[in-house]
């Protein structure tokens, strides 16, 4: 049982540049979402996701998208990115949406140079 | 939308001690507290929760505490030990409305031998 299982760990994007980062679930949960993670600024929620083929935004989605094509995956998409994006990526899912305890990943860091 | 206060953002205490985190929210609508640890290069892991019908929890050294009226909420933890050293954050939500977990800025607390 893998739990929540981000790709990729690290990644090295140049101004500009697009990238998708994958969260993949294995619980069967419904609700999934991406944080940010600055130093001192705590877990900022970017998107997240009630069920299959719906998104919504949190406090921070400017610059991200979202899909939720599959139950089982959340991708987040940087369309053009900026050197303000550079920051530890976190997604968690749970199953009871807010009552319910949320399982989360080991991180993506990205660096935007 | 839901605001969530955390203090202090460090924290030493001598092993053995106590410690004690304070967080604040501004919705009076959230109904559900989480707690979460995080180690160093891992995503964060629920250690405790408590809902809005109870005053306090505990589970062996950990202990939180709400104070509805007053929109607070507090982690506690006793006999601290080295492998409690780690940043905490505390969250925030409405269990049965919009599904989004709010996280104060953190804690890193520290045990000194």
């Known amino acids: 049982n893998a739990g929540v299982t981000q790709t990729p760990k690290f990644r090295v994007l140049k101004t500009g540049q697009s990238m998708t980062l994958l969260c993949a679930q294995d619980m069967n949960h419904e609700y999934m979402y991406w944080y940010r993670q600055d130093p001192g600024m705590g877990l900022r929620l970017i998107h997240y996701s009630v069920g299959e083929g719906t998104t919504a935004k949190g406090e921070v989605p400017d610059g991200y998208n979202v899909s939720r094509l599959k139950k089982q995956n959340f991708l987040l998409g940087l369309e053009s990115a900026a050197p303000s994006q550079t920051s530890v990526y976190f997604c968690?899912?749970?199953?009871?949406?807010?009552?319910?305890?949320?399982?989360f990943g080991q991180g993506t860091r990205l660096t935007v140079v | 939308g839901e605001n969530v206060e955390q203090h202090p953002s460090t924290l030493s205490v001598q092993e053995g001690d106590s410690a004690v985190i304070k967080c604040t929210y501004s919705?009076?609508?959230?109904?559900?507290f989480p707690w979460y640890k995080q180690e160093l290069g891992k995503g964060p892991q629920l250690i405790i929760d408590i809902r809005s019908n109870v005053g306090e929890k505990k589970d062996q050294r950990i202990a939180v505490t709400l104070n509805k009226t007053a929109k607070h909420f507090s982690l506690h933890i006793t006999e601290t030990q080295p492998e409690d050293s780690a940043v905490y954050f505390c969250a925030a939500t409405d269990y049965s409305s919009a599904s989004k977990i709010i996280f104060g800025s953190g804690t890193r607390l520290s045990i000194r031998p």
């Open positions: 968690a899912s749970s199953y009871q949406g807010t009552g319910g305890e949320a399982f």
């Open positions: 919705d009076s609508a959230s109904n559900y």
